[in-house]
């Protein structure tokens, strides 16, 4: 689906969950997948369903490219992520 990139996961009982990044000329497209014992995690996605013993779970949105730009040049945006990604343990 053209030019992106996927980071993989697997948990403590050997399920792995794909994490999908497309990079499209207006957009970007943010794919997520995989399967959980958290029935919260699972009912907050996009789409779920039980199967297999377990929860699987589908999380999809896309950003728009000016929105993006937007993001990643503005000061405030940059100082609350450093402050997020610092502060979550």
């Given at each position: 689906m053209g030019n992106g990139i996927?980071?993989?996961q697997?948990?403590?009982k050997g399920r792995t969950a794909a994490y999908e990044f497309w990079f499209h000329e207006n957009?970007?497209?943010i794919h997520a997948h995989g399967f959980t014992d958290n029935e919260t995690l699972a009912k907050s996605a996009t789409r779920c369903r039980f199967i297999w013993g377990c929860w699987y779970f589908c999380f999809e949105t896309f950003i728009p490219r000016f929105v993006f730009g937007k993001i990643v040049t503005s000061e405030e945006c940059?100082?609350?992520f450093a402050i997020w990604y610092n502060d979550v343990k």
């Amino acid at each position: 689906m053209g030019n992106g990139i996927t980071i993989t996961q697997k948990d403590d009982k050997g399920r792995t969950a794909a994490y999908e990044f497309w990079f499209h000329e207006n957009f970007i497209a943010i794919h997520a997948h995989g399967f959980t014992d958290n029935e919260t995690l699972a009912k907050s996605a996009t789409r779920c369903r039980f199967i297999w013993g377990c929860w699987y779970f589908c999380f999809e949105t896309f950003i728009p490219r000016f929105v993006f730009g937007k993001i990643v040049t503005s000061e405030e945006c940059i100082s609350k992520f450093a402050i997020w990604y610092n502060d979550v343990k």
